[in-house]
C-alpha cells in the first residue's frame, strides 16, 4: 500500500522568510515523490520530483524538496519566499514495488503574507 | 506543446441530465487519468487507461459513470444521470508510463472542467 500524509492544512508565512511544506509517506518498496502547485481556478502544475540519485532536489520557481529516507520525508522548500508563491501544494507518491498510480496528499494551503 | 486540454471548462446543468467531459492528452503520452478534487474528499482518482485500456477504474464511484479512450488522443467522461453530489472540479492528466504501471514519469494535469448540478 501507500499513502501520503500533508500535516498542515495550512501555512502562512512573510514574504522574504523561508518556507517549508511537510510531506510524509508511507511504501512497501522505494519511492517515486512528486509536488504539485494548484493555483486558484487551474489546474495542478508539476513543480519537482524525486527518483533516484541526489537527495536534494530543485525544481520550478526557485523551490526544492529534500528526500529524507529515514524520516520517510519530502519536505517541499524554498529560500524567501514571495506573495505570488500563495497556492495549494500537493505531495504525491508512488510506490517502485507495485503498479499503483500516484497517491496525492490532502493539499497544504500555502499563504506568503506582503 | 499545448498540454493536457480539456472542454467544457465550466458546465452548469440539471439533476438528471447527461454530463460528458472531454479530454484530449498530450501528444505521445500512452496514459490517461481522470481524477475528481472536492473540498471534502481531496483529489481522487476515478481511473486510468494505459494504451487506450481502462487498467484501474475502481474509484469510480458509481454505475452513473463511465469513461472511454477511442483513441489515444481523445477520453471522454461521462455521468447519467447527474446529481447535485457530483458536483466538483474534474481533472483530465496524461502521462508516458509503461506498460507494466511503474514509472517515475510525471503525469500532467489539464485546466480541469468545473462542474455544477442544480
Known amino acids: 500500500a501507500q499513502s501520503v500524509a500533508q500535516p498542515e492544512d495550512q501555512v502562512k508565512v512573510a514574504e522574504g522568510n523561508p518556507l517549508t511544506v511537510k510531506c510524509t509517506y508511507s511504501v512497501s518498496g522505494n519511492p517515486y515523490l512528486f509536488w504539485y502547485v494548484q493555483y486558484p481556478n487551474r489546474g495542478l502544475q508539476f513543480l519537482l520530483k524525486?527518483?533516484?540519485?541526489?537527495?536534494l532536489v530543485k525544481g520550478s520557481y526557485g523551490f526544492e524538496a529534500e528526500f529524507n529516507k529515514s524520516q520517510t520525508s519530502f519536505h517541499l522548500k524554498k529560500p524567501s519566499a514571495l506573495v505570488s508563491d500563495s497556492a495549494l501544494y500537493f505531495c504525491a507518491v508512488r510506490d517502485t514495488g507495485s503498479a499503483r498510480q500516484l497517491t496525492f496528499g490532502s493539499g497544504t494551503q500555502l499563504t506568503v503574507l506582503p | 506543446d499545448a498540454g493536457v486540454i480539456q472542454s467544457p471548462r465550466h458546465e452548469v446543468t440539471e439533476m438528471g441530465q447527461e454530463v460528458t467531459l472531454r479530454c484530449k492528452p498530450i501528444s505521445g503520452h500512452n496514459s490517461l487519468f481522470w481524477y475528481r478534487q472536492t473540498m471534502m474528499r481531496g483529489l481522487e482518482l476515478l481511473i486510468y487507461?494505459?494504451?487506450?485500456?481502462?487498467?484501474?477504474d475502481s474509484g469510480m464511484p458509481e454505475d452513473r459513470f463511465s469513461a472511454k479512450m477511442p483513441n489515444a488522443s481523445f477520453s471522454t467522461l461521462k455521468i447519467q444521470p447527474s446529481e447535485p453530489r457530483d458536483s466538483a472540479v474534474y481533472f483530465c492528466?496524461?502521462?508516458?508510463?509503461?506498460?507494466?504501471?511503474?514509472?517515475?514519469?510525471?503525469?500532467?494535469f489539464g485546466e480541469g472542467s468545473w462542474l455544477t448540478v442544480v
Open positions: 492528466a496524461s502521462g508516458a508510463i509503461a506498460s507494466g504501471g511503474v514509472s517515475g514519469n510525471t503525469i500532467y
Open positions: 524525486y527518483i533516484t540519485g541526489d537527495n
Open positions: 487507461f494505459n494504451n487506450n485500456v481502462p487498467i484501474d
